[in-house]
């Protein structure tokens, strides 16, 4: 496995991150603790949930299933570095969601409880609030770090120019401030090389890409649907974003197959290469496609192949970052 820092902190983690967003709702609870265990077996020390995740609301079944993991003991809540969120709806109540200082604080507990924990390594905002000061969040967030129930603040589906109002209100209080962007990101959706990673990069953030296949569009899907074993991207928003990208994805495959590479792997190791990112959340359902992730930190990508795939997948306008991209 490799390792790097999280953005400008000392912190290494892994250079993949495992998404738990399946345990639950598609991984039942003894697969979701094999796959923590091998995945911990593979070096893979970087773990994402977040407290909405298994879709019950105010549950937080995805944190449980982790909780109950970590509650094994041989040293497993030692070897992670954490990763949960906050803002999404906990309740039917009006405070139970959001960025609010009372809702920071209580869902914080409410993680804390569930994981089986006392500390969360990295804190993210699952989306930006507008109607919450940057004041208000910082005070809460300062709290919980002066605690020790937090230790590092990320962000989740931030603006570039969100980033730059939260550092401008950090810095102000001598706080560390974010560490890092969880966005999406991979070949099929590049509108954060326009000024989410400038920003990022600037003000030291780690990026954290989630759907870094796209649904499992860029996971090998037309040659997995022609033999029957697909098991996405055949249905809802994914069947619709096949149909309009199917000319490109099928030549995509076919470029992967020429490299002698599975799809996934050349798609992650895209990522990997790109400037800024830290580690791409991979979510397995199943032990075998964890084990299969694990080949894309073998893929190295020459500058011909990155410039083809930059012909298949053209980032936004003239190339980021803006206002280049757009301007002259």
Known sequence: MEYTNLGRTGLSVSRLCLGTMNFGPQTDEPDSFAIMDRALEHGINFFDTANVYGWKL???VTE??????????????????LATKVYGKMGEWPNEQGLSARHIIRACEDSLRRLQTDTIDLYQMHHISRTTPWEEIWQAMETLVAQGKVLYVGSSNFAGWHIAQAQAAAGKRNFL????????????????????????????????????????LLSGIIRK??????????TG????????????????????ADLGHDPADVALAWLLSRPGVTAPIVGPRTMDQLDRNLGALDVRLDESTLNRLDELFPPVGNGGPGPEAWAW
Not at 67 to 79: E, H, I, P, S, V
Not at 193 to 203: F, I, K, N, R
């Open 177 to 216: 401030g974010l560490v890092s962007e969880q966005c999406i990101y991979n070949l099929l959706t590049r509108y954060v090389e326009l000024e989410v990673v400038p920003a990022a990069q600037h003000y030291g953030l780690g990026i954290i890409p989630w759907s870094p296949l796209h649904g499992g």
């Open 237 to 256: 928003r994914s069947a619709d974003a096949l149909a309009e990208h199917r000319n490109t994805i099928e030549a995509y495959e076919k470029l992967c």
């Open 225 to 234: 649907m022609a033999e029957g074993s697909a098991a996405r991207g055949t």
């Open 64 to 81: 449980q299933i982790v909780g109950r993991w970590f509650a094994q003991g041989g040293g497993r809540r030692d070897k992670v570095v």
């Open 58 to 60: 105010g549950e937080g």
